[in-house]
């Protein structure tokens, strides 16, 4: 168990809706990662946030958005779902505002899109 | 050209083989060198962590880096079913907000 919970682990929904992805990072840590993994583009970074600042940015889309909160929780929404955002969803945190340090992910959240 | 490239395998072994898993990369800033393990319905976890060139062991593990030829790996020693796995590098460089950059695994099997 790598102390990250991510909710829920399972969803499935039909096109153009939304959808809130949640994440409780390791105690302590103050970095939050979102990435999304796909069978054909493998795992990409989207998005950091340390201790409630937006930190880097990767290959985000415009319909997606992100925060964390003051309880250091982030949440990941997608909104106007396409059949092409169906991938698993991992969030990971660590103790360091950079990458150097260890990752730690929790077990993904699924989406599935129809 | 991806910035790290990784064959997907997959990749199928008997029990007790050495087990060699590579990646390539473009990005000569890359520094920090990693190999990730994930179980299937798991998230990654860090199996190795290496900066810059040159080799490390932990037990059956050992991580290679060459940077002259962007080149890293991950062997496995005497192979165990519970290797079974997708073996994902990562790597990023010096700045404080580079982001990692991973491979896209390799599935490993190993039969019994």
């Known amino acids: 168990d790598s102390g990250v919970t991510q909710t829920p682990k399972h969803l499935i929904t039909a096109t153009g809706q939304r959808v809130t992805l949640r994440c409780s990072p390791r105690?302590?840590?103050?970095?939050v990662y979102w990435y999304q993994q796909s069978l054909d583009q493998g795992l990409q970074f989207l998005i950091q946030?340390?201790?409630?600042?937006?930190?880097a940015k990767g290959n985000i889309l415009e319909r997606f958005s992100a925060q964390q909160f003051p309880d250091l929780h982030s949440e990941l929404n997608l909104s106007s779902l396409e059949l092409g955002d169906s991938a698993l969803y991992f969030c990971a945190s660590s103790v360091a505002p950079s990458g150097a340090g260890e990752l730690f992910f929790g077990e993904g959240s699924r989406l599935t899109v129809l | 050209q991806k910035e790290v490239e990784q064959d997907p395998g997959p990749l199928s072994v008997p029990e007790g083989a050495i087990v060699s898993l590579n990646c390539t990369y473009s990005?000569?800033?890359?520094?920090?060198f990693m190999w990730y393990r994930q179980y299937s319905r798991k998230g990654p976890e860090l199996l190795m962590y290496?900066?810059?060139?040159g080799n490390k062991e932990d037990g059956r593990f050992t991580a290679q880096v060459d940077k002259s030829s962007k080149y890293i790996s991950l062997f496995i020693r005497d192979s165990q079913p519970s290797d079974s796995a997708t073996y994902l590098c990562?790597?990023?460089?010096?700045?404080?907000?580079?982001?990692?950059?991973f491979g896209k695994g390799t599935k490993l099997t190993v039969n019994p």
């Open positions: 990562a790597m990023r460089g010096q700045g404080g907000s580079e982001k990692l950059v």
């Open positions: 290496t900066y810059s060139s």
């Open positions: 990005n000569s800033a890359f520094q920090y």
């Open positions: 105690s302590g840590d103050l970095s």
């Open positions: 946030y340390y201790n409630g600042e937006e930190r």
